[in-house]
T-cell receptor, first 109, second 113 residues
Framework: KNEVEQSPQNLTAQEGEFITINCSYSVGISALHWLQQHPGGGIVSLFMLSSGKKKHGRLIATINIQEKHSSLHITASHPRDSAVYICAVYRHSGSRLTFGEGTQLTVNP | EADIYQTPRYLVIGTGKKITLECSQTMGHDKMYWYQQDPGMELHLIHYSYGVNSTEKGDLSSESTVSRIRTEHFPLTLESARPSHTSQYLC????????????FGPGTRLTVT
């Protein structure tokens, strides 16, 4: 069983829909990272959070440390949001990242 | 925007060739990392460095080697490329204290024929 699990693995939505991607982890962490990877391969940091909730534009990330769970929400989704979204955790023991397998999001016009 | 660079972005090379993938960052970060990612799969840490003259192997065994002679530079070398090395290689860096958020480079997509 992976230490970081994401669901769903694949998600197809229509433009304008509200999207939720979930991340569960089984190890002690100091922070959690949501990343976005476009087809070109480069990775962009969306959020790094250790408690509560963060918002940036149409993106919202929440984390519940007690339940070891985080969610990434996209409001009013757009085709340009199509990408792989990756959850990664920083373990208590240091700054190395453990990655989930990613969620492939496709937003159709 | 993160100032971390990788060259080349794409490389197609024949079996047996020696290659070096370059990674540089201008943020003064002590910690640097190399990840390998096969298509559709998650990232795996193959090398990391906590500072000049410090290099460690990561979670995934790799035939590549790295060096860290300067803070800003963390090249990865394959002495003899093989088709099994075909993959995407991503470099990242982070601060040594405070926020250790990792910043990623654009990646090098390597194809060995």
């Amino acid at each position: 069983k992976n230490e970081v699990e994401q669901s769903p693995q694949n998600l197809t939505a229509q433009e304008g829909e509200f999207i939720t991607i979930n991340c569960s982890y089984s190890v002690g962490i100091s922070a959690l990272h949501w990343l976005q990877q476009h087809p070109g391969g480069g990775i962009v940091s969306l959020f790094m959070l250790s408690s509560g909730k963060k918002k940036h534009g149409r993106l919202i990330a929440t984390i519940n440390i007690q339940e070891k769970h985080s969610s990434l929400h996209i409001t009013a989704s757009h085709p340009r949001d199509s990408a792989v979204y990756i959850c990664a955790v920083y373990r208590h023991s240091g700054s190395r990242l453990t990655f989930g397998e990613g969620t492939q999001l496709t937003v159709n016009p | 925007e993160a100032d971390i660079y990788q060259t080349p972005r794409y490389l197609v090379i024949g079996t047996g060739k020696k290659i070096t993938l370059e990674c540089s960052q201008t943020m003064g970060h002590d910690k640097m990392y190399w990840y390998q990612q096969d298509p559709g799969m998650e990232l795996h840490l193959i090398h990391y460095s906590y500072g000049v003259n410090s290099t460690e192997k990561g979670d995934l065994s790799s035939e590549s080697t790295v060096s860290r002679i300067r803070t800003e530079h963390f090249p990865l070398t394959l002495e003899s490329a093989r088709p099994s090395h075909t993959s995407q290689y991503l470099c990242a860096s982070s601060e040594d204290r405070g926020s250790y958020e990792q910043y990623f480079g654009p990646g090098t997509r390597l194809t060995v024929t």
